[in-house]
C-alpha cells in the first residue's frame, strides 16, 4: 500500500501487477490483513478524528460561503456518534464473512471425462473516488483485500486531511502483512481522475461514492464500468389502511435519521383516504422535527384543516420539480394519490409514478393488506423494494455484508448495497481428456449436460435431517451410475 | 414485435413500455411463445435460407473486391450444413430450460418479522447490434422472451434479406401469443445506431455482436453498460509432456473447425522440449490443412529440421505484430516458451504471455500433469481456462445454456458465454413489521442476519428425479409438523 504523489498511470500500473498475486492469497492471509488495519485504526482514533476535525472546520467554512453543500458537510464528519465504532465493527464483520473466492458456482458434466465448472474469482483492480465520507477507505480496503481485488482510491479535497491520517495508519499497518504492496494506492495527486478514468487497461471497475454531479463526470468521461448511483430519490407510498403509529414511526425514520444519505425519503405518496387519517399525525411529527412538507394542493388543504393552526402555517406548496429532486436535507415533497374504482388501481398509480420519477434506489410501501403490498413489490422496479419498513435499510451493513463499497442502481452486475459478491466474477473451467468441439452436434455425439453436485448440500439444505437425506439420496445415485 | 422504420427512439420506446408488462408474464405465455416462434422458423426455412443466399452472394462480391472481409462472409452464411438446424434447437434447448425469473437467491432474517429476499428480474431493455451471423436474430428473440427482457436488434447492412426475411417470420409468429406488442423491436433504419447509443433511458444492456471496430464504436458512443468481446485471441500452452494423438487433435480443432469464430485459436505457446517430440505431428497436420504457420526463430529451426522438406518449405517468420493479432484465418502464430530450471517456471512465462497478449477469452493448457494444469487454471484471468481440451469449447450451446447471447470478456455482470442467467439481475426486497433503522446500531438492538432457506427446490435440485424427491420430501414433513 502506497500513498503517492505519483503519476496515476504508475499507480495503476502498479495496481495491476500486485492484484495478480493478491488474487491467490490464502483466505488467512487476507483475514489477517483485516486485523492489522482493525487494530491500527482503533488505536489511532484520536488522531484521526483531530485530522477529521479539521476538514470538518474548513468545510463548515465553505459552507456558510456556500461553496459547499450542508449535505456534504455532515457526510464528512467522523465523529458523529458510533461512527467511527461503525467503521471499526464493519472491518470485523467483513473478517468473518465466509471467503468469497475459489467458490464453485456451477459444475457441470458436459460428456464423459468433459466436466464445467464456474469459480468465483476477484474483479481485478477497483477505482473508487469519492468526496466525503472519509470512512469509505477503511470500508473499501477491507472489501477489497477480503475479496482479493486491488483498489486505487482517489479522495476529495474536503476530506484531504481525513484521508491522509487514514491511509497513512493502514499503509503502516499493512506492512507486515502478506498484502503484496501496491494492492492499496491512495492517490492525492491533483487533477487524477481523468488519467486514472482513461486506464482501462489496468482498472476493471470504477466506484464512485459522491454527489450526481461527480458520478456522471465519472460515467462521461470512462469506457471502464461504473458501478453506483447518481442520485437517490427514495419514495413511500402510504396506503390508507395503515396503522397510524406504524406510518409516523417508518416515515419519520426515512426522513429524518439521516437526511444527507442517499436512502432517505424524498418523496411520500399518499393515498386521498389517508389525507385527513393517518397523514395529519405523520406531519405532525415531521414538522416538529423541523422538515419543510412541500404538499400539493389537495394534501396542503387537508392538512390545513386537521393540524394546529401554528403548524398549519408552515406547510408550503410543492412545485412538479419537487417530485424530481433528491433535497438530501429536512425537506419532504408530498403527492396525492386519488381515489380510484379499485383500491388496486390507486397502487398502480403509485407505482407508475415511482417507476417514473424515483432513481429506481429504494421504494416502500405501508400497508396493511398482503395483496396490495405484493402488488407493488413485484412491480416497482428499484434495486430495493419494501414492504412496511423504512428505506433506511437499504445499506450493506444492515443487509448482512458487513459493510458496503456503494449502492448500485445499475441493471448489470451488482444491485443495491454492494458488499464481498458484488467485488467477484468468475471464470468458467473445463476439464478435458482430449474432446474437440468436431465430436459434437448434428449427427455427431450429444452433449451430457448433466448437473454435478457442488459440494453445496450445506448451502442448499434446511436443516440437518435434510442435509442427511441429500447426502444419502446422492451419494446412492453416485455409487448406482 | 415489429419491423420498424420508425425513429429509433420511439422503438426504443416502445421497448421500454413493452418490457414493463413483458417482466410478469408467466412461464408458460413466455414458452408458448418460443414454440410459436420454433413451428414458424421450421416452416419458413427454404423461404429464409433463400434471402440469405442472396445476402451471401453480395458479401461474396463485396469480399471479392477487397470491401468485405473473407471471415465475415463466413459468418454470414446461414446455408452451412447443420447451422439452421442449431439454430432452431437452440429455441427448444432454451424452451425446456427452468425460468431464470422469480428465483429467490437469498433469504435472510435480518430480525425477528423483518425478513430480505433477493429476487431474480430481467433486465429491462436490451439492445443488440450485429453485423453479420443472421441466426443471432433467433437466439436473442428466445432468450430475451424466456429471461423477460424486451430487445431491440439492429442488423449490418450485410445481412439485411436475411434479417428482413425472419424478421417478418417470427413477427408474424408472435402475434397469436401473449408477448406484449413492442417487445421485439427489429430497426432497419439506417444510421440508427447513434440515436440508440444515446437512448439511456430507455435502454439497459447494449450487445454488440461484431468485429472488434465495432465493438470499440459501441463503447466508444454510449454510458449505457455494453456487454461482449472486442477481440478474441485464443492462446493454446502446449506442454512437452503431452501426448502426441491429444495434442493433433485439440490443436486442429482449435484453429481449423471454425477459424472465423472468436474461439478459434490463433497463438500456439509450445514447450522447448516439445519443438522436436510433439510439435511435427502438430504442425504437419495444420500444414496439411492448409493452415500458415508463423514461427519464432527457435520454432522454425525445430520444425525445418523434423519436417518433410516440401512442407517445411512453407513455414513463416513471425513478427511481434503477430502474437497481437486475432487472424480469424488458417493462420497461427507460433512460440517457443525457452527451457527453465523447473517446469513451474516455464509455466509461469506462459501465463504471463498469456495474461500480457491473450484477449482474456479463452485459453488452454494440453499437459499429462495435474499440477502444471492447476498452476495454469489458477493463474491465467481469461473468462475461460481449459486443460486437455479445444478453445472452441466456449460456447453457450456447448455449455449447456441453449444458445447464447454472446461471449463476454467483461470482468462484471456475465463473463464467458452469455445464456439466460446473463440476462437477469435481482431486486432486494424487505418486508418488515414496522422496524426502522434507528431500532439497530451502537447501544440498540442486534442484527441476527440469519440465512433462511429459500425454499427453492427447482433452482438447487440437480435434475427432475432429484427435484421429485425434494419437493415429497418436503410436502411430507411439512404435513407431519
Given at each position: 500500500?502506497?500513498?503517492?504523489?505519483?503519476?496515476?498511470?504508475?499507480?495503476?500500473?502498479?495496481?495491476?501487477?500486485?492484484?495478480?498475486?493478491?488474487?491467490?492469497?490464502?483466505?488467512?492471509?487476507?483475514?489477517?490483513?483485516?486485523?492489522?488495519?482493525?487494530?491500527?485504526?482503533?488505536?489511532?482514533?484520536?488522531?484521526?478524528?483531530?485530522?477529521?476535525?479539521?476538514?470538518?472546520?474548513?468545510?463548515?467554512?465553505?459552507?456558510?460561503?456556500?461553496?459547499?453543500?450542508?449535505s456534504?458537510?455532515k457526510r464528512?464528519d467522523?465523529?458523529k456518534k458510533g461512527k467511527?465504532?461503525?467503521?471499526?465493527?464493519?472491518?470485523?464483520?467483513?473478517?468473518?464473512?465466509?471467503?468469497?473466492?475459489?467458490?464453485?458456482?456451477?459444475?457441470?458434466?458436459?460428456?464423459?471425462?468433459?466436466?464445467?465448472?464456474?469459480?468465483?474469482?476477484?474483479?481485478?483492480?477497483?477505482?473508487?473516488?469519492?468526496?466525503?465520507?472519509?470512512?469509505?477507505?477503511?470500508?473499501?480496503?477491507?472489501?477489497?483485500?477480503?475479496?482479493?481485488?486491488?483498489?486505487?482510491?482517489?479522495?476529495?479535497?474536503?476530506?484531504?486531511?481525513?484521508?491522509?491520517?487514514?491511509?497513512?495508519?493502514?499503509?503502516?499497518?499493512?506492512?507486515?502483512?502478506?498484502?503484496?504492496?501496491?494492492?492499496?494506492?491512495?492517490?492525492?495527486?491533483?487533477?487524477?481522475?481523468?488519467?486514472?478514468?482513461?486506464?482501462?487497461?489496468?482498472?476493471?471497475?470504477?466506484?464512485?461514492?459522491?454527489?450526481?454531479?461527480?458520478?456522471?463526470?465519472?460515467?462521461?468521461?470512462?469506457?471502464?464500468?461504473?458501478?453506483?448511483?447518481?442520485?437517490g430519490?427514495?419514495?413511500?407510498?402510504?396506503?390508507?389502511?395503515?396503522?397510524?403509529?406504524?406510518?409516523?414511526?417508518?416515515?419519520?425514520d426515512s426522513k429524518t435519521s439521516y437526511p444527507a444519505a442517499c436512502n432517505s425519503l424524498?418523496?411520500?405518496?399518499?393515498?386521498?383516504?389517508?389525507?385527513?387519517?393517518?397523514?395529519?399525525?405523520?406531519?405532525?411529527?415531521?414538522?416538529?422535527?423541523?422538515?419543510?412538507?412541500?404538499?400539493?394542493?389537495?394534501?396542503?388543504?387537508?392538512?390545513?384543516?386537521?393540524?394546529?393552526?401554528?403548524?398549519?402555517?408552515?406547510?408550503?406548496?410543492?412545485?412538479?420539480?419537487?417530485?424530481?429532486?433528491?433535497?438530501l436535507n429536512l425537506?419532504?415533497?408530498?403527492?396525492?394519490?386519488?381515489?380510484?374504482?379499485?383500491?388496486?388501481?390507486?397502487?398502480?398509480?403509485?407505482?407508475?409514478?415511482?417507476?417514473?420519477?424515483?432513481?429506481?434506489?429504494?421504494?416502500?410501501?405501508?400497508?396493511?393488506?398482503?395483496?396490495?403490498?405484493?402488488?407493488?413489490?413485484?412491480?416497482?422496479?428499484?434495486?430495493?423494494?419494501?414492504?412496511?419498513?423504512s428505506t433506511r435499510?437499504a445499506d450493506?451493513?444492515?443487509?448482512?455484508?458487513?459493510?458496503?463499497?456503494?449502492?448500485?442502481?445499475?441493471?448489470?452486475?451488482?444491485?443495491?448495497?454492494?458488499?464481498?459478491?458484488?467485488?467477484?466474477?468468475?471464470?468458467?473451467?473445463?476439464?478435458?481428456?482430449?474432446?474437440?468441439?468436431?465430436?459434437?452436434?448434428?449427427?455427431?455425439?450429444?452433449?451430457?449436460?448433466?448437473?454435478?453436485?457442488?459440494?453445496?448440500?450445506?448451502?442448499?439444505?434446511?436443516?440437518?435431517?435434510?442435509?442427511?437425506?441429500?447426502?444419502?439420496?446422492?451419494?446412492?445415485?453416485?455409487?448406482?451410475?
Amino acid at each position: 500500500m502506497s500513498l503517492t504523489n505519483a503519476d496515476p498511470l504508475e499507480a495503476a500500473k502498479a495496481a495491476r501487477l500486485g492484484s495478480r498475486k493478491l488474487a491467490i492469497l490464502p483466505t488467512e492471509d487476507r483475514n489477517a490483513a483485516l486485523t492489522a488495519i482493525h487494530a491500527a485504526l482503533a488505536e489511532a482514533k484520536d488522531e484521526i478524528l483531530a485530522a477529521n476535525a479539521r476538514d470538518l472546520a474548513s468545510a463548515t467554512k465553505a459552507a456558510e460561503s456556500g461553496v459547499l453543500s450542508q449535505s456534504l458537510v455532515k457526510r464528512l464528519d467522523l465523529g458523529k456518534k458510533g461512527k467511527y465504532e461503525d467503521m471499526l465493527q464493519g472491518i470485523l464483520d467483513v473478517r468473518r464473512l465466509p471467503d468469497p473466492i475459489g467458490r464453485i458456482g456451477v459444475r457441470t458434466l458436459l460428456d464423459d471425462g468433459l466436466v464445467l465448472e464456474r469459480k468465483s474469482s476477484p474483479i481485478g483492480v477497483l477505482l473508487i473516488i469519492f468526496e466525503a465520507r472519509p470512512e469509505v477507505i477503511a470500508n473499501i480496503a477491507s472489501l477489497a483485500i477480503k475479496s482479493g481485488n486491488a483498489a486505487i482510491l482517489k479522495g476529495g479535497k474536503e476530506s484531504t486531511e481525513s484521508f491522509i491520517a487514514i491511509s497513512n495508519v493502514i499503509s503502516k499497518a499493512l506492512q507486515s502483512t502478506a498484502v503484496p504492496n501496491g494492492c492499496l494506492q491512495l492517490v492525492v495527486t491533483r487533477d487524477a481522475v481523468g488519467s486514472l478514468l482513461s486506464a482501462d487497461r489496468y482498472i476493471d471497475l470504477v466506484i464512485p461514492r459522491g454527489g450526481n454531479e461527480l458520478v456522471r463526470m465519472v460515467k462521461q468521461n470512462t469506457q471502464i464500468p461504473v458501478l453506483g448511483h447518481a442520485d437517490g430519490l427514495c419514495s413511500i407510498y402510504l396506503h390508507a389502511d395503515c396503522q397510524i403509529p406504524m406510518a409516523v414511526r417508518v416515515i419519520v425514520d426515512s426522513k429524518t435519521s439521516y437526511p444527507a444519505a442517499c436512502n432517505s425519503l424524498e418523496t411520500l405518496l399518499v393515498d386521498e383516504d389517508a389525507l385527513k387519517t393517518v397523514l395529519p399525525a405523520v406531519a405532525e411529527a415531521l414538522l416538529s422535527q423541523g422538515v419543510s412538507l412541500r404538499c400539493d394542493y389537495t394534501s396542503k388543504k387537508a392538512l390545513s384543516s386537521t393540524l394546529d393552526k401554528h403548524q398549519a402555517v408552515f406547510l408550503q406548496d410543492a412545485s412538479d420539480e419537487d417530485y424530481k429532486t433528491e433535497f438530501l436535507n429536512l425537506i419532504l415533497a408530498i403527492k396525492t394519490i386519488p381515489k380510484t374504482e379499485t383500491p388496486e388501481k390507486a397502487v398502480d398509480l403509485a407505482i407508475d409514478h415511482i417507476n417514473e420519477f424515483s432513481s429506481h434506489h429504494t421504494d416502500a410501501i405501508l400497508t396493511s393488506s398482503k395483496s396490495i403490498a405484493d402488488r407493488f413489490l413485484e412491480a416497482v422496479d428499484s434495486a430495493s423494494v419494501y414492504w412496511n419498513t423504512s428505506t433506511r435499510m437499504a445499506d450493506g451493513q444492515r443487509y448482512g455484508f458487513g459493510t458496503e463499497v456503494g449502492i448500485s442502481t445499475n441493471k448489470i452486475h451488482s444491485r443495491g448495497p454492494v458488499g464481498l459478491e458484488g467485488l467477484t466474477i468468475y471464470r468458467w473451467i473445463i476439464i478435458g481428456e482430449g474432446q474437440v468441439s468436431m465430436d459434437y452436434g448434428s449427427g455427431a455425439k450429444k452433449w451430457k449436460h448433466q448437473r454435478l453436485p457442488v459440494g453445496d448440500e450445506e448451502a442448499i439444505a434446511q436443516d440437518e435431517e435434510e442435509l442427511r437425506m441429500l447426502k444419502e439420496f446422492r451419494a446412492k445415485r453416485m455409487a448406482s451410475s
